[in-house]
C-alpha cells in the first residue's frame, strides 16, 4: 500500500517537472522551411520523452518534435510528427532513418513517432541540422 502510494507520488512528480520543462522548451521553436521545428537534448527516459512530446503538442499541435537523450557512451533520438503534417507527407520513420546514422545507430517506427539508438553521442547536433535541412526541403 505505501509502495503504491510512493508510486503515485512519484508519478505526479514526473508530470509535473515535465509540464515546467514544456513551457520552458516551447520558447524555442524554430522553422524548418515552413515546418514548425523543436529540437532539444533532454534529460528523460523513452517514456518521458513521449510524455514531454504529449505535452508540447497540447501547446503547439502541428509540428515536428525531435528530442535526445544522452549518456556518456550512448544516445536516443525520439521524433514526434502532429498528424496534419503526417498527411501532408512528413513522416518521422523516413526522417529517423536519416538521421540515425548521424548519431551511430539505426531506428525506425511509424510515421506519426520514430526513435533511434545510437553509439555516438557528439554526432547529436549534427543530426538536429541535418533534420532541419531534410525537412527544410519538404513542402507539406
Known amino acids: ?14 508530470k509535473h517537472a515535465i509540464a515546467s520543462m514544456a513551457l520552458d522548451l516551447v520558447k524555442h521553436f524554430g522553422n524548418a522551411g515552413k515546418i514548425p521545428l523543436l529540437t532539444a537534448i533532454v534529460d528523460q527516459d523513452a517514456e518521458g520523452m513521449q510524455m514531454l512530446t504529449d505535452e508540447l503538442f497540447k501547446k503547439t499541435p502541428s509540428a515536428v518534435i525531435i528530442l535526445a537523450a544522452k549518456s556518456a557512451d550512448r544516445c536516443q533520438i525520439y521524433v514526434r510528427v502532429s498528424s496534419d503534417l503526417v498527411q501532408r507527407g512528413v513522416h518521422a520513420g523516413q526522417l529517423i532513418k536519416e538521421i540515425g546514422p548521424l548519431v551511430g545507430g539505426s531506428g525506425g517506427g511509424k510515421a506519426d513517432s520514430a526513435q533511434a539508438g545510437g ?11 541535418h533534420a ?8 507539406p
Open 119 to 129: 553509439k555516438e553521442p557528439s554526432g547529436i547536433d549534427k543530426a538536429f541540422s
Open 132 to 139: 532541419h535541412n531534410f525537412l527544410s526541403g519538404i513542402t
Open 1 to 14: 500500500e505505501e509502495s503504491k502510494q510512493l508510486g503515485q507520488q512519484l508519478k505526479s512528480y514526473k
